[in-house]
């Protein structure tokens, strides 16, 4: 019965050939080491996404509660004979006008009353 039990555990131990991480040669370790830390800093990656996604986020909704309403609008509806008109027209604002104006430029005119030679050089200053 022992006999048969050491040549069961014979087999099984050189069936698999003692699998077990210290058995593993050096470029395995490496490379499972290797997917280890690329699966860590995905990880760490995807965290950080997530917690600037929320401050963006917080950011955002603190912007919208700061943030006054538009000026309100009058709608005034005209009811006729069998016609139905609808009128909008916004209410003056009661602050004063937004200072920012765009500039403007003034116009360019281009003349093309004189030929010019085509292989004539242009003048060098």
């Known amino acids: ?29 490496r ?5 280890h830390y690329v699966a860590k800093q995905m990880k760490k990656r995807q965290r950080e996404m997530a917690r600037a996604q929320k401050q963006a986020n ?6 919208l509660k700061d943030l006054q309403p538009s000026e309100p609008k009058v709608t005034t509806t005209l009811e006729g004979f069998g016609s139905q008109e609808t009128a909008s027209e916004p209410v003056a604002p009661s602050g004063p006008p937004p200072a920012f104006k765009e500039p403007v430029v ?10 010019i030679p085509a292989d004539a050089a242009p003048p060098q200053q």
């Not at 022992?2 to 470029?27: E, I, P, R, W, Y």
């Not at 917080?58 to 912007?63: A, E, I, L, Q, V």
């Not at 116009?107 to 093309?112: F, K, Y």
């Open 1 to 29: 019965m022992h006999n048969k039990t050491l040549l069961l555990f014979l087999f099984f131990a050189v069936a698999f050939q003692f699998s077990g991480c210290v058995s593993m040669d050096a470029q395995t370790r």
């Open 31 to 35: 490379e499972h080491a290797y997917r």
């Open 58 to 63: 917080r950011d955002m909704k603190r912007k």
């Open 106 to 115: 003034d116009p360019i005119t281009v003349s093309a009353s004189s030929a």
